[in-house]
């Protein structure tokens, strides 16, 4: 029972030494660029731009391995249920009717309804490349320096980068927890009621919140005596100056975001791409 | 050294405090002086409100615990109450105990660099005063080092720069020796001794291992309890004065073999380091003490109950943590498992209960292979007690906490309250049985957790730093605790880096370096060994230090009698008490 979700990455790439408030940026407006525009051509374009970002990041699968099959598997998900609620809203969008071959009863697949579908599916193929590089380039210390330059507050910010700091000996603590309640006869495994393995958590989650809120005591004492919130902003250790390598990033995707946005109202007239027409 | 010339830095006057949570004030009538410069050392038992008094000077009290403050606290000039927590950090630094849970940042430098971000200092010029500051304390090559990386002396210097970056005139350190091991302890003292001669800030220590303190010089002692200060002299003035025990602080090792022997000390001895005592009528005591002493000489010969053979194991498949560990814990025995933090101690126990598994070699409890046993069965021989007893309960009542196990293993309630009743009474706690845990000090939640372990009727108990943190007055108390187990055909191992407890309780030492038995021994040899003791960051005692001093022979010889002479006198006194 070790959680282990996603390893940070060491490898030292151009992502890495981008400066952290420039891969938000860029980040961000690569994710506007897909969540607004159902045009396959865009999303085509930025998966291609995705999956080279993510070979350049020397990311490899086994980092992501877990979170990507739990993505795999919502998107999965998600297309069945947008089919199964709503198998004409293709038609319903592009205004024409191209069958391809009925399934049962209401269902029947359409030409409009698997573009839409395969849109939508795809924006998040070409987004979750790009969020987990930017998770897994970024120092959470960093990552918390660029939230606050964005205009996040520093408190909330910086509790991003506390819970990642602390996040390692939580993990530690419930797996002693969790040994040392087994070895009492807590049972963890399968052979347990639904009714009692929940109680048996419970066993495991006092004692961790207790020894949290201690731990917390000694973190909370310890900013304090180093003045954490004296001023209304603070500045940052693992800040990065801005560099050229970083503008010239943020034009391209700024570049990227304005023709996605130029064909969406002067090509297109609409956040669809419609190939019937 | 008082400069009374020099205007004072800190000066209590009448000063008292009382949280709002307690009945009773925690500090009462305390004046003081401390001059700039200083090196001061406060000590006392837990709750004698020596921690408090940190509180008080680092800004803690009021900040962030609330009370009701009598008499004036004034520091470089400023009265406390007209400053805020903010201010006062710009005077005070204070490195804390746990050098693990204080660490901030997720790496070196930015963990030192925490009160500059918070100044809102400027990126490079922050990184420009984050080397000076981690040069200071030689932690400049590990700038970019996360805390998992680090050793606990190394997380302890990442603090003391955090804290001198901001040029403080006072120094506190609340505990500095808690969380490390005895060699890692020594050079912390030392770190501390050069920074308070290089600079001119004024030092504060709090803590209760006096002899561990001075290690390194310190220009007065002061002895608190029960909230008021009771002694405030000079190291050498206060080991002659003898209220050091009266208020539960132990003596120096050292100390006390000379007293057994019959030397009175006086402060024209300079007792305080033994290595510039003044020796000269004493050693003759010494030997003559040493004939004298009643030998033990009493063998354990029970076969094992536990033997491991040849085990070796590894987290990752690359290093091995573990690599052919051999030794045997006969019945009835009570030892102790040393060697410093990651050299494989705590695997140990983890294999023994099934929490990990072996990649090679046999665990055996009575000649039985355990590799089939899972971790709740081989529960019911071999009781693990963690270090920390907050981590262990998860009820609210001590019965039902106590009780636990058994109800878990589906024990009628009766047979049930039972045995819950004898494992209460062995541990001292009939009286609170219905008490809700929470109310209970940290020593007796340790019996709450050991009690829980005992209604399992196992043959072994082992404990994971039994004594970590506790002053001696506690260390005694569940020491003694364990003791009357043993005596009673307990098996006891104890998980440790407490030298003093290895010396007095357990007999035999199994020591591990780097994942390797290096000794299995009697302490008293482990402890003199120079080899050992440098492989596996423990200290060599100062009685060995104090026969070479008086040019005893056998130093082994010398220890070994002190141990057996100690042992004797409790047996006395116990015999006494009951």
Known sequence: MKINLFTQSREDTFLRRMSGVAKLVCFLLLTFTVMLSYDIRVIAFTIILSFVMFHISKVTWRQIRVIACILLLFLLLNALFTFLLAPEQGVKIYGSRHEIFHIAGRYTLTQEQLL??????????????????????TDPSELAA???????PYKGAYAVSLTLRYFPDLQRDYNNISMSQQARGLEMSKKAG????????????????????????????????????????????????ISRQDILAI???????????YITFFINHSRFYDPFA | MQENDREPIIVFDNFGFQYFSQAEPTLAGIDLKIYPGEKALIVGPSGSGKSTLGHCLNGLIPFAYKGKQTGTLTIAGACSQEQTIFDRSKVVGTVLQDSDGQFVGLTVGEDIAFALENDCMATPEMHRRVEQAAAMVDMDSHLKNSPNELSGGQKQRTALAGVMI?????????????????????????????????????????EHRLEDVLHRPVD????????????????????????????????PLYVTALKYAGVSLTPDMRPSHVESIDLTDADTKLRRWLTTVQRDTAVNQNPPVLSVEDVSFSYDGKRDVLKDVSFEIRQGEMVSIVGRNGAGKTTITQLMCGFETEHSGIIRYQGEDIAPHS??????????????????????????????????????????????NTALRVCDLSPYRSWPIAALSFGQKKRVTIASMLTLNPKVLILDEPTAGQDFRHYTEIMRFLARLNEDGLTVVLITHDMHLMLEYTPRAIVLSDGEVIADAPASEVLTDAGVIERANLKETSLYTLTQRAHIESGTDFVQSFIDHEKWLRSRSDDGDG
């Open chain 1, 146 to 152: 660029s939230l606050n330059g964005i205009g996040m």
């Open chain 2, 220 to 251: 007065r002692v002061i002895v608190v309890d029960d909230g008021r200060i009771v002694a405030d002299m000079t190291p050498d003035e206060l080991l002659c004065a003898g209220v050091l025990r009266a208020h539960g602080i132990r003596e």
């Open chain 2, 375 to 420: 971790i709740r069965e081989r529960a019911e021989y071999l009781g693990l007690v963690m270090q920390n007893p907050n981590q262990m309960i998860s009820e609210a009542m001590i019965a039902d906490e106590v009780g636990l196990g058994l109800k878990l293993r589906g024990i009628p309630s009766e047979e049930r309250a039972e045995r819950v």
């Open chain 2, 166 to 206: 901001d040029d403080v005139q006072i120094l506190l350190f609340d505990e500095p020796l808690a969380n490390l091991d005895p060699a890692t302890g020594k050079t912390a003292i030392e770190i501390i001794d050069n920074i308070h001669r290089d600079t001119d800030k004024t030092v504060i220590i709090i």
């Open chain 1, 116 to 137: 839409y579908m395969s849109s939508k599916l795809l924006k998040y193929v070409a987004v979750a490349p790009l969020g987990l590089i930017f998770f897994l380039c």
């Open chain 1, 251 to 261: 034009a391209v995707t700024a570049l990227i975001f304005a023709v996605s946005l």
């Open chain 1, 194 to 241: 639904f009714a009692s393995r929940v109680k048996n958590a419970l066993a495991i989650i006092v004692p961790l919140i207790f020894s949290t809120l201690e731990r917390i005591e000694v973190i909370s004492n310890a900013m304090d005596l180093r003045a954490f919130g004296k001023h209304k902003k603070r500045t940052w250790y693992s800040a990065r100056k």
